[in-house]
């Protein structure tokens, strides 16, 4: 489990299931959300096989940017994990997966969070690896989509209140 990931409620009743992992998003299984596994699991072993053998750099001496969470969802894919996130558990394997609600509600693309009855832990996306002025970007970028949301909070409501149609009609009166 990553250091940014939030326990919101306890995973006990998970325990019994053997395996256990969460997609990130849509296409991604994540080992860094939360994994459960009993002792000498299957699953668990052939993932950790992958970094065995594993250059993390090429012959140009720049780094392979290759996430864990393409490694791992490959390997449930062998097995017939069906990506995207179909929403529902998948037991692939002996693996239970588990829909993005579960230990990953919150969409660090969007900034949205997606948190239901079902979710277990929060992924804070902290991104403590990037250096500052990457990590500087994302936060302009995070407020900018943040005000860009405020602002246009009214436009959504009236949306939604009027409908798409109605509410075309009544905005292109006034772009006139």
Request: glycine share 6%.
């Amino acid at each position: 489990m990553d250091t940014d990931v939030e326990l919101i409620r306890s995973i006990d009743a998970m325990l019994p299931l053997g395996c256990f992992i969460g997609f990130q998003h849509e296409q991604f299984v994540s080992n860094g959300l939360i994994v459960g596994a009993e002792p000498h699991n299957a699953f668990i072993q052939e993932n950790a096989s992958v970094y065995e053998n594993l250059s993390f750099s090429n012959q140009e001496d720049s780094y392979k940017l290759t996430v864990c969470q393409e490694y791992t969802t490959n390997i449930l894919q062998k097995y017939g994990l069906i990506v995207p996130d179909t929403g529902k558990i998948q037991i692939v394997n002996g693996v239970h997966v588990f829909p993005s609600e579960y230990f990953c509600p919150y969409d660090h693309r969007t900034f949205q969070m997606n948190k239901t009855k079902n979710t277990y832990a929060i992924h804070h996306f902290a991104s403590s690896w990037w250096d500052e002025k990457r990590r500087k970007e994302y936060a302009v970028l995070k407020a900018r989509v943040r005000l860009d949301r405020i602002i246009h909070t009214p436009n959504r409501l009236l949306r939604g209140v009027l409908g798409q149609e109605r509410y075309s009609k009544i905005k292109s009166k006034f772009k006139k």
